[in-house]
């Protein structure tokens, strides 16, 4: 058994106490000056302490018995950073932005090792919320450790795809949904806001004491996280999961070009299954619902990045046919790192070209497809967008950049060039594709409404509106107070304008 184990597994068998041969310290050689440890009693124990204390000097480590200014690393066992910053704060100590905080599992693996190694996010201590919650009043130091309160605003969190909440944020989401489909929109932002704020923590929801101090959580949500903390699962989710209506809309709203509206309207009729409303000869379809049937294999199996890459080269190829200069980026998830899609976004726009140039490239990229045989479906929108008219005051707002919502036709071949075409078999996979045109000068707006994800455009435009009293949509940011618009040349500036840390799009997925 490992010595450290053995110490920590306490006094199961009364061992005879070393204290002769590690208790006492001979004075040892430092070889690693720039580390001084402070080895935190609380929850450990004065044997595990003092042995660990022992063997850290043996190995060259610079161990010191009293918390001092000098102290460059604590490390604690059991204890979580707020424990630690308890602890310091009873002895009235400052704890300087320098000052490490480790799990006791940073320095067995140092002992391991024979030198201290590197200091990774499982070995730090999480420091978590608003600390100190409530200063006690008086001439007391508050810890000048930068311990960040989580925001309200996803727009002030990163929130990268690594959630480690999965449990809670589907349940929140099949909530929200369902709520969607009732159209009761302030339950959907209620769960979608858990949701989200969920999805931005570095750590795993483990008991309720760990949802302290998160905002967004509301005393229903975290009825719903205790009962899937206790249970595993909840039994509001499985009720939705086996609702009809909910199971219905789900599938109803799978077809492109079916909305709410639709459903609703097939559910009342009494329609349970797509192959009954497919085959009835008294339902019309609009063009786009057609397309949705037609395809509908292709659609719902989701779009892969080696399919999207494929589909940016045949975009970039037909458009630069006719403006060789045009910028064209590619947005939505695939732009915030995500491997799947439901479609593909394309942002593209051009400087120096005429107006007339510009509105009819999407005209002139469509009939080379069409002619090409690749065009499957579009829906060509034209722009209404104005130069000085205000943002939008809603947060869901549509843009008025010109676009078009495509169904392409990719060949498999141009996904993957090995793949030699199948006798008689389809050589090809339909996929949603979404083109915007905006001006030059709107592009960084335009990339940043376009990159999303939904959930954090709200929020930036709540955060705008709330927090900054500017309005702030897909074409521009005015400021109310001085009553100007603020140009930005990219989506860093239009951070700065807000006064927001910049979020890379990675970090966006809210
Ligand atoms: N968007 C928009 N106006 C629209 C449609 C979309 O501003 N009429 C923005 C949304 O804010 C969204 C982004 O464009 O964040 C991409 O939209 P969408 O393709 O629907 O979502 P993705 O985040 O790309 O998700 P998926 O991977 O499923 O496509
Ligand atoms: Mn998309
Ligand atoms: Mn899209």
Redesign the pocket.
Known sequence: MDPLQAAHSGPRKKRPRQTGTLMVSSPHDVRFGDLVLFILEKKMGTTRRAFLMELARRKGFRVENELSDSVTHIVAENNSGNDVLEWLQVQNIQASSRLELLDVSWLIECMGAGKPVEMTGKHQLLVRRDYPASPKPGPQKTPSLAVQKISEYACQRRTTLNNCNCIFTNAFEILAENCEFRENESSYVTYMRAASVLKSLPFTIISMKDTEGIPCLGEKVKCIIEEIIEDGESSEVNAVLNDERYQSFKLFTSVFGVGLKTSEKWFRMGFRSLNKIKSDKSLKFTRMQKAGFLYYEDLVSCVTRAEAEAVSMLVKEAVWAFLPGAFISM???FRRG?EI???V?FLITSPEVTEDEKQQLLHKVISLWEKKGLLLYSDLVESTFEKLKLPSRKVDA??HFQKCFLILKLHHQRVDSDKSPQQGGKTWKAIRV?LVVCPYERRAFALL??????QF?RDLRRYATHERKMMLD?HALYDKTKRIFLKAESEEEIFAHLGLDYIEPWERNA
């Open positions: 947005t939505g998830g995500k899609g439901h479609d976004d549509l843009d979404d409404g376009w990159t999303g994800s939904r455009e897909n």
